[in-house]
């Protein structure tokens, strides 16, 4: 419950911040996904042998934040309520089967592993939201590489900051 | 036995999650208005303080890394400073002088937009969308024209709660309405792109368009009041078999100087 109600917190202040501060850094008007990059660490780091050490009670985490994160995506976005939810349950998935494949993930190839991870569930994010926004808004999106690739590493920056604060995080913690 | 009944467990456990789930997005999307504006309303004080730190942060940042070129537009701005005053002095002269006839021939002035202020409080993330701080209690209604108090178009209303709105802005994807190139009989339609980019799409191949010619809305459409600064041309893209030419248009506004807007409340379809 507790947990739970820190995620509720941390994710809607991630969801001001993303909505108000961090709009006025965009880039070729792309933000950050301060949500996205958040899910998709703490699904990652639920994995056993990752970051948190896969802790019975950190099992669940990633439903959690795809639940409790894809609410306020929905909230501060304009398509129907359950969208952004179930896009990032799809990733939480994805990203539990990948990991599933992989018995122990050395800690020095951890930052790698989650980059990969983040960029297939970036593209997996915006693919879905496309046709989510193509069948319920009728809005095509046109396909544009330097957008995407603009996207993806102003993304991953915010991504590997994320991942060495959470790290750090978990150092102190076992200290 | 063990196994069968531990996977009958776990599969009953996804059926309940799955359809708690679903009561709870159907729930959610009957009262989406509401609580969106519940939480508009609270969020609203909060993200109008990151926005102005946010703007100011950025626009330090942006003033560091373009000192040179800063420097460079103000000795322009500068020159046209001083061509602009002499404008201003015959465009006076002009005025009056209109003014006089006018009067002369009994027109009376055009009638103003009614106009309400409204502050911009958020930003969507996919940057097609703000969010304002007035609502249905203010008056506002769904396709309200949205305008910078230079007269620049930023976009229409989408959605009405009751202390929000939100705006979709005219580089939004889905956006579309009619245009004409300033001083120029060239119509055309501007098309959102998304990202806070826009075209100029259908003109005429054999239409006499350049690089920084101004664009305005026009009547045709009646989505928007004539005359609104829309943006200037940035790129023209001529292909020999096709009947029409694309531009790309840089629009007027930016969203990041942006605080303060006004919403036309008196313009009918």
Sequence with gaps: MKKTLILVIFFYILAVLQTSFFIQFSIFGIAPNLILISACLLSFSAHKGSLMGGKKTDQNIGIYSAIIGGFFLDVFSSHFFGASIIILLVINIFIKTLLGFLKEISNRCQIIYFIIIFVFSLIIYDSILSLVLYFFNSVSTQFNLLTSLTKIAYNLVFASIFFYLLKGYNALKKV | ?269
Excluded: C, H
């Design chain 2, 1 to 269: 036995m063990k196994i069968v009944s531990q996977k009958r467990k776990n599969f009953k456990k996804i059926a309940i999650g799955i359809i708690i789930l679903g009561a709870t997005l159907v729930f959610l999307n009957i009262f989406q208005k509401n609580i969106r504006n519940t939480f508009y309303l609270i969020s609203a004080p909060i993200q109008k303080t990151f926005w102005k730190i946010g703007n100011k942060s950025s626009n330090l940042f942006e003033t560091i890394a373009n000192i040179t070129r800063l420097k460079r537009e103000a000795e322009e701005l500068k020159n046209k400073n001083q061509e602009l005053t002499s404008q201003i002095i015959s465009l006076d002269e002009l005025k009056k002088e209109n003014e006089n006839l006018r009067a002369a021939l009994g027109i009376g002035l055009e009638k103003d937009f009614k106009l309400e202020l409204a502050e911009i409080t958020a930003n969507d993330i996919s940057q097609s969308y703000i969010l304002i701080n007035k609502g249905s209690k203010d008056g506002l209604q769904k396709d309200f024209p949205v305008i910078t108090p230079q007269k620049i178009l930023i976009g229409k209303i989408i959605e009405v709660y009751e202390n929000y709105s939100k705006v979709m802005l005219i580089s939004d994807k889905s956006s579309v309405f009619d245009a004409k190139v300033s001083e120029k009989e060239i119509y055309g339609t501007v098309n959102g792109r998304g990202n806070l980019q826009m075209f100029f799409d259908l003109i005429l191949i054999t239409s006499d368009i350049n690089i920084g010619d101004v664009l305005v809305t026009s009547t045709i459409g009646g989505i928007f009041p004539k005359g609104l600064l829309v943006g200037t041309i940035k790129y023209v893209q001529k292909e020999d078999n096709k009947p029409f030419k694309i531009a790309e248009i840089e629009p007027f506004f930016n969203i990041k100087e942006l605080d303060d807007v006004f919403i036309i409340t008196d313009f009918l379809k």
